[in-house]
């Protein structure tokens, strides 16, 4: 029996999925050259909200009835929550150095790429399933609202928060893009260990070699090239 003869079957052990958490938060400001370069780990990360935006039809009409739906261009933007921030999301963040230490605001805010990790987990090895990587171009962060309160007996973090918006870089054969996200499940184990390589950097002493890579963010092409190689 083929596959399409099969009858449909619901909830199937092993086929109950599900998504949850976020971790592993890389911060790639953009240089001068639109390359994302100098990836830093981002600590603190509490939350990563996606909040595409647009995709909206617009009914046409003739001859008394509907004639065709054209939808609008559908947008990538975002909420990043954490409780601090890397030293380079400053300049991100309209930020810049006065002196060492010292910091002016109101400053042109720097472009920069984000990469992150939810768990994908199944009703049999739980959290340990797989995960998604998310790959996010093109950010630009809107200034945000900093409450600062008194230490009382119920003490608190602040928890930082900064609206997205994201402009969509070139990806062949298809529309440009902001967002990229690969299912460990479904790509090539070596393929994506090579990826992650790239997004997270390699110390010259680890096992494997002695040269080491400098973490940066690889744009949507590239990142399809390895992945395919797998």
Same mark, same amino acid.
């Given at each position: 029996?083929?596959?399409?003869?099969?009858r449909?079957?619901?909830?199937?052990?092993?086929?109950? !999925? +599900?998504?949850?958490?976020?971790?592993?938060?890389?911060?790639?400001?953009?240089?001068?050259?639109?390359?994302?370069?100098g990836?830093?780990?981002?600590?603190?990360?509490? *939350?990563?909200?996606?909040?595409?935006?647009?995709?909206?039809?617009?009914?046409?009409?003739a001859d008394?009835?509907?004639?065709? %739906? $054209?939808? &609008?261009?559908?947008?990538f933007?975002?909420?990043i929550? *954490?409780?601090?921030?890397?030293?380079?999301f400053?300049?991100?963040?309209?930020?810049?150095?006065?002196?060492?230490?010292?910091?002016?605001?109101? #400053?042109?805010?720097?472009?920069?790429? !984000?990469?992150?990790?939810t %768990?994908l987990?199944?009703?049999? #090895?739980?959290?340990? +399933?797989?995960?998604?990587?998310?790959?996010?171009?093109?950010? %630009?962060? &809107?200034?945000?609202?900093?409450?600062?309160?008194?230490?009382?007996?119920?003490?608190? *973090?602040? &928890? +930082?928060?900064?609206?997205?918006?994201?402009?969509?870089?070139?990806?062949?054969?298809?529309?440009?893009?902001?967002?990229?996200?690969?299912?460990?499940?479904?790509?090539?184990?070596?393929?994506? *260990?090579? $990826?992650?390589?790239?997004?997270y950097g390699?110390?010259?002493t &680890?096992?494997?070699?002695?040269?080491?890579?400098?973490?940066?963010?690889?744009?949507?092409?590239?990142?399809?090239?390895?992945?395919?190689?797998?």
């Amino acid at each position: 029996m083929s596959a399409e003869e099969k009858r449909i079957v619901w909830d199937a052990v092993g086929e109950r !999925l +599900f998504e949850t958490g976020v971790r592993n938060g890389v911060l790639y400001p953009r240089d001068v050259t639109g390359a994302y370069t100098g990836g830093v780990g981002w600590n603190g990360l509490t *939350a990563v909200t996606e909040s595409p935006s647009g995709a909206e039809p617009t009914p046409l009409w003739a001859d008394d009835t509907k004639y065709l %739906v $054209l939808m &609008s261009v559908e947008e990538f933007g975002g909420t990043i929550e *954490a409780y601090t921030y890397p030293d380079e999301f400053i300049s991100c963040d309209g930020s810049a150095e006065l002196v060492e230490g010292v910091y002016v605001g109101q #400053q042109p805010r720097r472009t920069f790429g !984000l990469s992150y990790r939810t %768990v994908l987990g199944n009703d049999v #090895q739980l959290n340990e +399933f797989g995960y998604k990587l998310h790959l996010i171009y093109g950010c %630009v962060a &809107s200034p945000s609202e900093k409450a600062y309160s008194t230490i009382n007996d119920s003490p608190e *973090a602040i &928890s +930082f928060s900064w609206e997205l918006t994201t402009t969509p870089i070139p990806v062949t054969n298809h529309r440009p893009t902001a967002s990229i996200t690969i299912d460990s499940t479904k790509v090539e184990a070596s393929a994506l *260990a090579a $990826l992650e390589e790239i997004l997270y950097g390699k110390d010259p002493t &680890s096992v494997g070699g002695t040269d080491g890579v400098a973490p940066r963010l690889p744009l949507p092409d590239e990142v399809a090239s390895i992945l395919a190689a797998g």
